[in-house]
């Protein structure tokens, strides 16, 4: 594995290496805590796993963590499931993320873009005031700590300073955008029994209005537990019969309180994409997703004050969590509500450009979109202050990898990055003082014990296993709700390998430190006993021009055999003819695996993915299984649910 790019795409400037806050971190680190001053960031990683307790206490000190009561010890317990950080410490999130208000009062927190207007700015005191005003307004409703307060909302300011609000009166934060259903809303917010609900009447997006007044009233019907509803007119419509206006709620001169609450107080809760069954509601807590953001943007980052950061993503994604925590290190957040590809595929670069800004995140399904597409971003927009373009959601291909060099800038870092909801942050991904190379995410990140295991649970190197993290991570969930035993939760991550946390992605460790992820392993292909994650597949198959997207599934058979279809999707104007056949197979046979051919290539209408955008391929299996539709999936999570009926009919044609 890694003799197969011996040379980096890109390696950063001595400069770079040098201005780079995880390189000052360390130089600290090893005069105030033992860390290695010598080996760079190899010597660093090492050390934060093994001394994992200092290197935790030194990013507290690192970042200034304002603890009002002292914990007691780092790691009470480090067990997995069950360890505990910084007991006895109390902090507030929303504090930190607001504290860059002192010194940059004028200076923009937030840039909001929409499809319609040029980037408006939301300054640091402007922040500051809005949450002071609805927090107080908040506690007038009666809410309390440990209450849970939703969002019905797209990517907006009102979003962000719903969140703070809620974890300043030391609320619990969830959230989904509008795009959502009815369903797909109350699987999640049902779960966790809302008191307050913030909405919009609708919300634009490809150039149209899409009026949601309608869902909004089926929200308030369904969701018995609400004191309030705070309407937000982003289409100027009046406030529906019992609501609260957000304008009269946030016209408040009130300087924030902020209630001091204990490490593991839960911030807020994410959802699964829940394919299968009601979305888990995975709940992360006020000081792990701030110790653990602090450290992912800051030093893996390295955002700062100067900085602008751009991720297109929604308020249904954990993405925009991560997003909203760029506040903690003082850098200025680019909030974008509107379509990825409108009025052209050109879209999110043109933005990059308007909001100048410096770390621009995008899913790697876009930057290959851009690839086909034949966009230029480099030629046809200013780039100049992009430093970093960084994606997720899926791995990114080698080919983006070249294409983003070729077609943004030749010294660009180019971080590949994955983790997870269930952590909200990264397991291994973009080190500002490390080589790209192709097709690879840069290194595991610091804290984080991450290894390749065999079904045994022996390490592996240059060889692909299970992803697993050896070693408790701040912000891996307190809990789920509703899991009262804690089954679920165990369950999902500790059922493999007692104690280690199975994430259930393949992955190879290079001998070099670099990490490659070959996609879900609860979707395998076993051929004769030779494993290959899908991800591999697409990123062959979809080199293809006529191919827009494929989705490829093995099932083991009632005989023993193994059934391995794949599902193309093609481009405007193609024909899956005999040589486009042929062309897919040959491509799988040289750049993959002989035994990984297809035993069917079939053409489909399209390929079905959850809210967030990401294929759904277990329940597809289940479908071809014969597994009832009903059963196979959970309707609400599905973006187009007619297309999975094209399985369906299949799997009845094929018994």
């Known amino acids: 594995m890694p003799t197969v790019n011996p040379e980096p795409l890109w390696r950063p400037d001595p400069q770079r290496i040098d201005e780079a806050q995880v390189t000052r971190f360390q130089a600290w680190a090893a005069e105030h805590h033992g860390a290695p001053s010598e080996g760079g960031y190899p010597a660093l990683h090492r050390w934060s796993v093994d001394e994992l307790e200092t290197f935790w206490e030194a990013v507290v000190q ?4 304002r603890f009002s009561t002292p914990y007691t010890r780092v790691l009470g317990d480090r067990a997995m499931p069950g360890a505990q950080w910084f007991p006895g410490a109390t902090l507030n999130y929303a504090e930190h993320a607001l504290r860059a208000s002192a010194t940059r009062a004028d200076e923009p927190a937030l840039l909001h873009v929409d499809e319609t207007h040029e980037p408006r700015p939301v300054t640091w005191s402007e922040l500051r005031r809005q949450v002071g ?47 959502f ?20 009447d609708g919300y634009r997006y490809g150039g149209k209005e899409h009026d ?33 206006e957000w304008s009269a709620l946030t016209a408040g001169d009130t300087e924030p309180v902020f209630e001091q609450v204990p490490f593991d107080h839960p911030l807020w809760v994410l959802y699964s994409s829940g394919t299968t069954g009601l979305p888990k509601a995975i709940v992360q807590s006020q ?9 992912q943007l800051g ?61 621009y995140g995008t899913s790697a399904a876009y930057v290959m979109a851009c690839r086909k597409a034949g966009v230029h971003p480099a030629r046809d927009f200013d780039l100049s202050t992009v430093r970093c373009v960084a994606t997720t959601g899926s791995p990114l291909p080698p080919d983006g990898f070249r294409w983003l060099h070729d077609e943004v800038r030749a010294d660009l870092w180019i971080a590949s990055v994955s983790g997870g909801t269930d952590v909200c942050s990264c397991f291994a991904g973009a080190v500002p003082t490390l080589p790209v190379h192709t097709g ?37 969930p307190v809990r789920f709700w509703n899991d009262p035993d804690g089954s679920r939760y165990h369950d999902s991550y500790f059922d493999t390998y007692p104690g280690v946390w199975r994430h259930g992605d393949w992955i190879t460790l290079t001998s070099r430190g670099s990490v490659v992820i070959h996609g879900r392993s609860d979707s395998t292909l076993n051929r004769q006993g030779v494993r290959m994650g899908s991800a591999d597949i697409y990123e062959a198959v979809e080199r293809l021009p006529e191919i827009k997207e494929s989705l490829v599934i093995g099932i083991e058979q009632p005989d023993g055999g193994y059934w391995m279809p794949l599902f193309v999707h093609l481009a405007p104007g193609a024909v899956l003819d005999d040589a486009l056949l042929d062309r897919v197979k040959r491509t799988i046979r040289e750049q993959l695996s002989p035994r990984h051919i297809p035993d069917e290539i079939i053409e489909v209408p ?43 009919d299949l799997a009845r044609k094929r018994a």
Request: with cysteine; proline share 8%.
């Open 181 to 200: 259903g009815a369903r797909s809303v109350l699987d999640r917010f049902q779960q966790v029994e809302p008191v307050v609900l913030f909405t919009v």
């Open 606 to 648: 399209g390929i079905p993915h959850t809210l967030t955008g990401k294929r759904i391929e277990v329940p597809v299996k289940r479908l071809l299984q014969g597994t009832p539709l009903d059963k196979a999936v959970n309707p609400g999570s599905i973006d187009n649910l007619d297309l999975l009926h094209f399985y369906e």
């Open 440 to 476: 690879e995410l840069q290194a595991p990140g610091l804290g984080t014990d991450l290894q390749s295991w065999d079904p045994a649970g022996r390490p592996l190197v240059d060889e692909v296993g299970e992803l697993v993290v050896t070693n408790p991570m701040p912000s891996m």
């Open 287 to 295: 000081g792990g997703i701030l110790v653990e953001h602090l450290k």
């Open 212 to 244: 949601r007044r309608d869902t909004v009233a089926e929200l308030r019907r369904e969701l018995p537990t609400l004191r309030a509803v705070v309407h937000i007119p982003l289409l100027g419509t009046d406030a529906p019969e019992g609501a609260l």
């Open 62 to 65: 690192w970042f200034d963590v």
């Open 133 to 179: 005003s609805l927090a107080a307004e908040l506690r007038a409703l009666g809410v309390r700590p440990g209450d849970r307060i939703s969002g019905y909302l797209p990517n907006i300011p009102q979003a962000v300073v719903a969140l703070l609000a809620t974890a300043a009166v030391g609320a619990v934060w969830t959230s989904c955008a509008p795009d």
């Open 299 to 359: 030093l893996h980052c390295d955002l700062g004050p100067e900085d602008r950061f751009f991720w297109y993503t929604s308020t249904g994604w954990m993405m925009w969590n991560f997003l909203v925590s760029g506040l903690l290190t003082g850098t200025t957040v680019v909030l974008y509500d509107g379509s990825p590809g409108h009025p052209d595929t050109a879209a999110q670069w043109r933005i990059a450009e308007r909001t100048r800004a410096t770390l």
